[in-house]
T-cell receptor
Framework: DGGITQSPKYLFRKEGQNVTLSCEQN?????MYWYRQDPGQGLRLIYY???????QKGDIAEGYSVSREKKESFPLTVTSAQKNPTAFYLC???????????????FGPGTRLTVL | AQTVTQSQPEMSVQEAETVTLSCTYDTSESDYYLFWYKQPPSRQMILVIR??????QNATENRFSVNFQKAAKSFSLKISDSQLGDAAMYFC?????FGAGSYQLTFGKGTKLSVIP
């Protein structure tokens, strides 16, 4: 089955530690995204990548970093510089608006990060 | 920057009845895409329905349909014959069709829908 996987489902981190969230897709999608979701809020874009070895900052990139070394993978590192990292993190992917004009995004199941 | 507003934080509907969720957005563009996503308690985001601004006809997917009013910048979601499985958070989202921004979705804050048996 094609889809997006995120691991782990729950993650606990001590203050001052960096932590990396995994996102893998086997949909052959070009673009991948990371969102943060807080209670009572919509999703906010952290980073996105249109192609391998290229990525752009979203609205709330401070304290986060990403890499895109493979088409299938787009890991997100939450650094100690992120002031309030406790949140639900969602990864998404889309094919390309050159192929599908709607370029709708498909989401993974998410990772809940808690800073202790 | 575009903004998306969902003015109803919570709504409820009786099973088998119809409910309409509101969404308005602010944009100066003429071509764009609109989406409704559903997030059930599992928190998996699921695409419900999509609409392109240039298409006059309202999109329909089984029991889900939209009322797209371009001049009013309104994109409401109607759920007919509501089922218990429809209980979820519903998010309205906007995407521009031009340039690098075409990869960015702007979400509303969501409407929590409860379905009463």
């Amino acid at each position: 089955d094609g889809g997006i996987t995120q691991s782990p489902k729950y993650l606990f981190r001590k203050e001052g530690q960096n932590v990396t969230l995994s996102c893998e897709q086997n949909l052959n999608h070009d673009a991948m995204y990371w969102y943060r979701q807080d209670p009572g809020q919509g999703l906010r874009l952290i980073y996105y990548s249109q192609i391998v070895n290229d990525f752009q900052k979203g609205d709330i990139a401070e304290g986060y970093s990403v890499s895109r070394e493979k088409k299938e993978s787009f890991p997100l590192t939450v650094t100690s510089a992120q002031k309030n990292p406790t949140a639900f993190y969602l990864c998404a992917s889309s094919i390309s608006d050159r192929i599908n004009a709607y370029n709708e995004q498909f989401f993974g199941p998410g990772t809940r990060l808690t800073v202790l | 920057a575009q903004t998306v507003t969902q003015s109803q934080p919570e709504m409820s509907v009786q099973e088998a009845e119809t409910v309409t969720l509101s969404c308005t957005y602010d944009t100066s563009e003429s071509d764009y895409y609109l989406f409704w996503y559903k997030q059930p308690p599992s928190r998996q985001m699921i695409l419900v329905i999509r609409q392109e601004a240039y298409k006059q006809q309202n999109a329909t997917e089984n029991r889900f349909s939209v009322n797209f009013q371009k001049a009013a910048k309104s994109f409401s979601l109607k759920i007919s014959d509501s089922q218990l499985g429809d209980a979820a958070m519903y998010f309205c989202a906007y995407r521009t069709s031009f340039g690098a921004g075409s990869y960015q979705l702007t979400f509303g804050k969501g409407t929590k829908l409860s379905v009463i048996p």
